[in-house]
């Protein structure tokens, strides 16, 4: 949920930016989720995105 909320305008993004819109908001991650983060960002469709610059690191990063 979180990779859909930053890369793409899901759901989980209108979601996020709704909630952050009213509210301060803190995102606290674990090591676990970063692990995931990691794997889903190395899988070969995803990671092809991000070489073709069709999504912007600065969307991943931000």
């Given at each position: ?11 989980p993004h ?32 995803e990671n ?15």
């Amino acid at each position: 949920m979180v990779l859909s909320a930053l890369l793409w305008r899901s759901p989980p993004h209108h979601l996020l930016a709704a909630i952050s819109q009213r509210f301060s908001i803190q995102l606290y991650i674990s090591t676990a989720l970063l692990e995931e983060l990691a794997d889903v960002l190395t899988r070969p469709s995803e990671n092809d995105l991000l070489q073709q610059g069709k999504i912007p690191w600065g969307s991943v990063l931000t």
